[in-house]
């Protein structure tokens, strides 16, 4: 069954279009990996999800109705929840206040699922009180995921977590986002780097603003013409 | 007679803002430099001028008067003197300050400008401070009797506004000029062009300033007299400012147009305002018209952000 | 010496508190405010509107304790500053927000914000004329401490400790409510702010708010301390200027250090030169400032 669909989708920035008629289809409980080259329209196409930039054609269907338009405030409420890539943490605020500026739409008690949040990356919890600008890379990553999760979203919107880490902090981050799934959140993973392919049980590849293609982690790797255009073979 | 003498000397005014927003055109029209710090430049004009073609005092005035200097040139000369000191003044004002963002630029220009009225203030051996100069010569004023004076002015100024803007017009469509509006539009591209992106803005900030240094050399021949309380923010800085914003910024006939409409405002609005009001509140009066300018400014900026004229649209001559 | 470091704290505690309300909005919204210093006229000339009407009332006319000014004037702040609030907010919503949405730059809100003051400080002539005002006319108490030589003014007591108050007050409001932290996090990162769900529009009339709210005290404040007259604002919103670019984009603390310094600063000055040249030492200093650390003394670490 399928969580978040997306028909059709055109979008941009005022006259210039970077979707051209983008479609997907995330079944629940998985996850999904979006790639591309550079310039593809991954983070339009996350930013359209999320109701930042608004579709001029298409829908995106949340459980089967339509939410394209809808303002990000009541994403989250709705349980759908994005990390950017860049400028993902509020640097001047604390490691907590970061996360609970991430459940600011909540109205109930948050405190125990912060605690859980700070179990799940426990690299984290002494670092509470630093103000975030402070955090190393990776650290700065698992609290801008742990920020969208105060609100426990049912889909998260990842916009190329790896960016700029180690490679050894890029296994743990996919550890994670695996440990995340196995609770039953939905993951839209967009990434450069093929690896995701490893972590997702399906992929997109899109490009230009249109799919150019779709299929199991394994159809992809085997086919010889995607790995070479796309997963850097 | 009262109503024609009246609109010549309101002219004579709209001329002498015509050029100071021809200055302000070419730094922020044209090259996005936020000067607030007009009041500033239209001051160093105005006493220069002033020290350079006046006597030094004598007689009993002497013990009334104090000046640093006077050296009795011509009227020109004067003007001259005073471009190029308020040019000189902004070599200083820009090696302090071009490096800083847009907003600080603001800023530090209009502490630098309350900075000068408050020196001229203050030295009174420079120009007599608060008092301030009075009794500039005036040039060809044997020409006519004093109660027309103004229609000679008039000519005067306006032959300094034709110059000014024939010249300002052919800078902007030179090369030159398309170098200013690419720092403006884009300060990374222009740099990554290779032009020394501050050494224009300089430029820009000179010619501008010796702009609004003969400005304030006209003006100060015009009155006669003038006092450091002339040179504030509001009249010196900000109403230029509603001028070209209401005429079009970055088109030099919309900036002459705004002078005009908005000075036709502020010295036509006194006029009716006193005719209206009663008698009581005539020393409040004048004081709406700084409401009105104020609204103006804020009705142009949000509803009509591209003033009446809008950005002309340049071709470059190579 | 000693006096006019005593002098300098005074100074610099009305400067800091008046520059809170400015960096606020200019670290939230990006808009450096030119009419902060009008809405300080008009928030001390609703006081005063109050006072001369308890004053007709014939209420409210006793001197507090030690002090200079009447009861009527502490009760005037209430009213002083709900109304600096909602000129604040409508403000906002006249002015800044129709820029918003048409996506403005900060720089054309700032010439807008020109726009504003003038008209703000027109209506103050139109109204109460170009003369001076005072709370009130009585005599002004002085201490003198015989031992170290030192003489200052009762009221003086009063207007350092409401200024730190209010500033406590807005810090600790910032930094332990939820409606705080979330205008620090609008303020950090506007994007992410809409990201996690925080309705920009309605934590900017927060920011407004407050800063009226901060803008009436500090009027009622500096009014209490020199006198009442339409210009007052304006020329008290350079040293604001200097403090708060001195402290650094949003940096509350930044900015209460910078008043401090430029409050000292200036009364020092007069040691040595005219006292008319104390905005000009302001300015001098934040250009220096500028200078040497763009940023400010403690601006922002992080991009």
Known sequence: MSILQLENIVSGYGSMEVLHGVSLNIEDGKIIALLGPNGAGKTTLLRTIFGVVKPTQGQVLFKGS??????????????????????????????????????????????????????????????????????????????????????????????????????????????????????????????????????????YIIEGGENKAEGSAEELRNNEEIGRLYLGR | MGLLNFFISFAVMATIYSIFVLGLNVQWGYTGLLNFGIAGFFAVGAYTSALFTMHMPTGALANYVTQAFGLGMPFLVGVIAAAIASGLVSILVGALTLRLGEGYLAIATLGIAESIRIFFNNESWLANGPQGLVGLPQPLHNLVSPQYYSYVYLVIVLIFLAVIYIAVEKGIRSPWGRVLRAIREDEIMANADGKNVVFFKMQSLVVGAMIMGIGGALYAHYSAAIQPGVFEALFGTFIIWTMLTLGGTGNNKGGILGAWIVWAIWSWSTYLIAKVVPASFATRAPFIRYVLIGVLLIVIIVRFPKGIMGEERQVSKF | MLELLIYGIVLGSIIGLGSVGLTLIWGITDLFNCAHGDQITAGAYSALLFVTLFNKMGILKGIVGPFSFSWGVLVAFIPAILISVILAILIDRWVYKPLRKAGATSITGFIASIGVAWALRGTIYIIWGADFHFYNTGLRPTIILHNIGIKFRVDEIFIVIISWLSVAVVYLFLSKTKMGKALRALADNPTLAQVSGINTERMLIWAWGIAGLLIAISGVLYGIETQLRPEMGWIFLMPLFAAVILGGQGSITGALIGGLVLGIAQQMSTAFMAPSYKPAVAFIIMILVLIVRPRGILGRRYS
């Open chain 1, 66 to 203: 339509d939410i394209s338009g809808t303002p990000p405030e009541k994403m989250t409420k709705k349980g759908i929840c994005y990390v950017p890539q860049e400028g993902n943490i509020f640097p001047t605020l604390t490691v907590q206040e970061n996360l609970e500026m991430g459940a600011f739409t909540r109205e109930d008690d948050w405190r125990l699922r912060m605690e859980e949040i700070f179990e799940f990356f426990p690299s984290l919890t002494d670092r509470r009180k630093s103000s975030a600008g402070e955090l190393s890379g990776g650290m700065r990553q698992m609290l801008a995921i742990g920020r969208a999760l105060m609100v426990n979203p049912e889909v998260l919107l990842l916009d190329e977590p790896s960016t700029g880490l180690a490679p050894v902090l890029v296994d743990h981050i996919f550890e994670r986002i695996a440990a995340l799934n196995k609770q039953g959140v939905t993951v839209l993973l967009v990434e450069q780097n093929a690896q995701a392919l490893s972590a997702a049980d399906k992929a």
